[in-house]
């Protein structure tokens, strides 16, 4: 029996209402998705830069179209049977109407969750002023009225060199009295920040992992508040420098060992096996 849409928002809802903190990691095309999904996470997330990665793009603003990235959830909805979150960027125009549009466009796409930040675009002004992004996120918040769809609101500080955790906290804060349902500020490197942030907001806090200076534990950071932790595009990151120690291995050195590591052929098949994802179902 397939799961709707309803349920499917149902079922992410119930994961930030539960104990303790749950990961929902990112895949950036259907096959991924399968497998972290057979892994057994109960969420998954896109991933504006792995997205861009497998399509042979850089990860830039403007590189990757709403319509592309709509695709790709799309076909990782359709591959999957657990809830699909979607990292939808600036909301790929500043207008507040256009953050509403994109978000409509998502809940028919069959997302129930997805991500508007309030960085610019612009190099010279990275971050939009507050009250320009708090109307963004209203905009965004009043098209998921009645819809089976979770806004994330993102502030983007830490990603743009402007380290400022009381800012931080108060553009959070004003996302949260705009409408978001859950808060994210994306680069915090510091657990007692994450914690000071977590204490500070109503709403589930997700942070993402897989940054380099940041190893954190799933205990630690649930003891720390988080609700929700992603992985952003470092799962794909790790695949493609994986790709390059295996071409390193065959060019520099003409051997072949990476085959004793490598997913079986059967295996593989198994996962992606029409019949194993509908028992899932």
């Not at 930040?117 to 507050?130: C, G, K, V, W, Y």
Request: negative net charge; glycine residues 8%; charged residues 20%.
């Amino acid at each position: 029996m397939e799961t709707t849409q309803q349920q499917k928002y149902q079922n992410f809802k119930a994961l930030h209402e539960c104990e303790g903190a749950f990961v929902m990691p990112n895949p950036w095309d259907a096959g991924s998705a399968i497998i972290l999904e057979q892994s057994g996470f109960k969420a998954l997330a896109t991933t504006s830069a792995g997205y861009a990665f497998s399509a042979g793009q850089r990860d830039a603003a403007g590189v990757v179209t709403r319509a592309d990235i709509l695709a790709n959830a799309r076909a990782i909805i359709a591959a999957t049977s657990v809830p699909v979150s979607a990292d939808l960027e600036d909301g790929f125009g500043v207008a507040p109407e256009i953050c509403h549009e994109t978000i409509s466009l998502a809940i028919k796409a069959g997302l129930v969750g997805g991500s508007i930040e309030d960085a610019s675009s612009d190099a010279d002004t990275p971050i939009l002023p507050l009250d320009i992004a708090v109307e963004r996120i209203k905009a965004a918040a009043s098209a998921t009225h009645g819809q089976p769809f979770m806004l994330t609101a993102r502030a983007e500080n830490y990603l743009w060199g402007n380290p400022d955790l009381d800012d931080t906290i108060q553009r959070l804060q004003a996302f949260d009295r705009a409408g978001a349902d859950v808060l994210y500020a994306p680069g915090l490197d510091n657990l007692d920040d994450i914690r000071t942030l977590c204490s500070a907001v109503d709403k589930p806090v997700n942070v993402v992992m897989g940054l380099h200076n940041a190893l954190f534990s799933i205990e630690q950071l649930a003891e720390a508040g988080v609700k929700r932790i992603s992985v952003g595009g470092s799962f794909a990151r790790a695949a493609y420098g994986a790709l390059i120690r295996v071409a390193t291995e065959v060019k520099d050195h003409g051997t072949f060992t990476y085959a004793r590591d490598a997913i079986s052929d059967r295996v593989i098949n198994q996962m992606m096996s029409a019949e194993k994802r509908a028992s899932r179902t």
